[in-house]
């Protein structure tokens, strides 16, 4: 059985709001088990106050209140909802789409976008050492409460908390830009307005903005994003974009097997917007099975294309023999699911990362958003209060081919699973590490080790732009480990680097430590002289407490790779300690 949207909408929502008619739409099709969910092709709008009210807990957004979610697509399954080209505007803070507890489910042909952003641009108009000018479009309302400048988002005012300064000729992060007109920075700056649409930004400066250059102005939470999967299983996104998203793109939490295909957080054509979603593009947390990208673009989102993660829980307390109470530590971690019985868990030391021990988790227990009680079959040996756990049920392969990253704040793709990874084929250049590898307890809490990662055929152009705010080298591999040099264990493993083309601006290719088989061969090499060199790193590749490393058949113009290889100066072709 197949419905049509129409079927729905009374004379009084057609061109209005179609939140209602979606409600009913959605109900009817569960009822009757039908296959599809048609859009005739149009501009379809959307307002929060009719849609369905839930508290969701959303993995590395802020938490707390209710959400409103215009596609609520709970417990359906074999249903595919077609736009047919259509375009989905959302006005105010809603989630477009939200699937949990659904099979089979398949969105495809349609964009999502906002009436209003939750940013604001203005042009920069005049710097001096201690003060910038910002000129605002005619357009755009702001406020001034209590000396911050404040912008409407729905119903709501929120204050401005930071700056992104970015380039129109490039429509990139500014060189060497940076957060350094954000967070911590921008509390230091006093805002006031000096005429009409004129904004000055007093005091000391970090970072200093070009004349001529656009500053999105950052407002609001990391609320809502664009699609929310949870506990769903095959999903498959085709041909959907998203041009705005007052959170990230996609997010997907305990998951199993998701395709993204032409599935792009891309800019919107005919507009002078210069960025997309306001976190990453997709994420992935405590998912299994297969996560696969294709042909797929993420550009001028305000955070990474692609992060893959599991999320560690801190042991705060031993309740019985064979009980302990764990929390989730990050604020943006809170409530998310990333244990449920029968699940295998692993035992870590939190300042090391390396696993001593295992178990299988028996009953959980929620008591509130930042704790659980697990109980387990056993409670190994040595266990101890700040110890962390990792869900090793929960870990999913990746493959991502025929990809184009670009013009996003942060870095590229983050793999942080300890699946089969496949890069091939994607074109990659972010401000900060084109890829990073990474893995901690003492910060976001994302674990999880690398055991087999292949990064091939790549073209990497001018990435670490902003160094060394989101990376060190164009692969950046820096598990977050309080001692990395103590211990015989090594965190990584089977990082494989090969027939990639670097075109880069500066020396830093590959920055690495704690790694048991590391290959980098037949990769190319060439100057593309777009930005200065910065300097950062001083060899092209610079690794420390790593094994079993092969390092060669690479071309580079400027002669034989320097390399600095467990504090061994070296160039590509010398005798590496411990080759495979």
């Not at 560690?312 to 990333?338: A, F, N, P, R």
């Not at 670009?406 to 793999?415: C, D, E, K, Q, S």
């Not at 190319?524 to 790593?546: C, D, N, Q, T, W």
Request: a negative charge; glycine letters at 8%.
């Amino acid at each position: 059985m197949r419905f049509s949207i129409g079927q729905f909408l009374h004379d009084r929502d057609k061109g209005g709001d179609t939140t209602f008619a979606v409600y009913q739409a959605l109900k009817q099709c569960r009822a009757d088990n039908c296959t599809a969910l048609l859009f005739p092709k149009s501009t379809y709008h959307f307002w929060p106050d009719k849609a369905l009210e839930r508290h969701v807990y959303i993995s590395n957004h802020d938490e707390g209140g209710l959400r409103r979610i215009a596609f609520p697509i709970f417990d359906m399954h074999d249903l595919t909802i077609d736009g047919q080209g259509s375009e989905f505007i959302f006005h105010g803070p809603m989630i477009p789409f939200m699937l949990e507890y659904a099979e089979r489910l398949t969105l495809k042909n349609l964009t999502i976008d906002w009436e209003r952003p939750m940013f604001e641009q203005g042009a920069v108009v005049e710097a001096g050492a201690d003060f910038f000018d910002i000129q605002m479009p005619s357009d755009v309302d702001y406020r001034f409460i209590r000396d911050r400048l404040v912008f409407a988002f729905g119903h709501r005012q929120e204050e401005v908390w930071g700056f992104d300064e970015i380039d129109p000729a490039t429509r990139a992060h500014a060189y060497q830009s940076g957060d350094r007109i954000s967070w911590d920075a921008f509390k230091e700056l006093k805002l006031s307005e000096i005429g009409p649409g004129r904004i000055r930004a007093e005091g000391p400066l970090r970072h200093r903005p070009t004349v001529g250059n656009v500053l999105a102005m950052r407002f609001g939470r990391r609320e809502n994003p664009g699609i929310m999967l949870k506990d769903c299983s095959s999903t498959r996104i085709e041909r959907v974009a998203i041009h705005h998203a007052p959170g990230m793109g996609l997010v997907a939490q305990r998951c199993t097997d998701i395709r993204l295909h032409a599935f792009d957080v891309k800019l919107r054509a005919g507009t002078n917007r210069l960025v997309t979603a306001t976190a990453d593009a997709t994420h992935f947390a405590n998912c299994r099975g297969l996560i696969e990208l294709s042909h797929c673009l993420f550009e001028n989102q305000l955070d990474d294309p692609c992060n893959v993660h599991g999320i560690y829980g801190q042991i705060t307390e031993l309740i019985s023999e064979d009980t302990v109470l764990v929390k989730l530590v990050h604020e943006m971690q809170k409530g998310v699911e990333i244990v449920a019985a029968g699940d295998a868990i692993r035992f870590a030391r939190h300042d090391s990362l390396i696993g001593y021990a295992k178990a299988r988790a028996r009953k959980t227990e929620r008591i509130s958003g930042d704790y659980f009680l697990l109980s387990l079959d056993d409670l190994p040996d040595g266990l101890k209060v700040g110890d962390v756990i990792e869900n090793m049920t929960w870990i999913p392969d990746l493959e991502v081919r025929h990809c184009e990253v670009r013009a996003n704040r942060a870095r590229g793709f983050l793999i942080t699973t300890a699946g089969e990874v496949l890069l091939e084929n994607n074109t990659i250049s972010a401000p900060g590490a084109g890829i990073k590898i990474s893995g901690d307890a003492n910060s976001w809490y994302e674990s999880g080790a690398v055991r087999d990662v292949t990064i091939r055929g790549n073209t990497f152009l001018d990435c670490n732009y902003c160094c060394p705010d989101w990376g060190r080298a164009v692969i950046d591999i820096d598990p977050e480990i309080e001692n990395p040099e103590a211990g015989e264990e090594y965190y990584h493993r089977n990082i494989r680097i090969e027939n990639n083309e670097f075109r880069t601006f500066d020396t830093g290719l590959v920055h690495g430590h704690s790694i048991d088989g590391f290959i980098f061969r037949n990769n190319k090499i060439s100057a593309s002289g777009s930005y200065p060199r910065h300097h950062f790193m001083k060899r092209a590749i610079e690794l420390r407490k790593v094994r079993n490393v092969r390092i060669t058949g690479n071309e580079a113009k400027d002669g034989p790779l320097s390399m600095r290889i467990n504090g061994q100066s070296l160039l590509e072709g010398d005798a590496i300690e411990d080759e495979l």
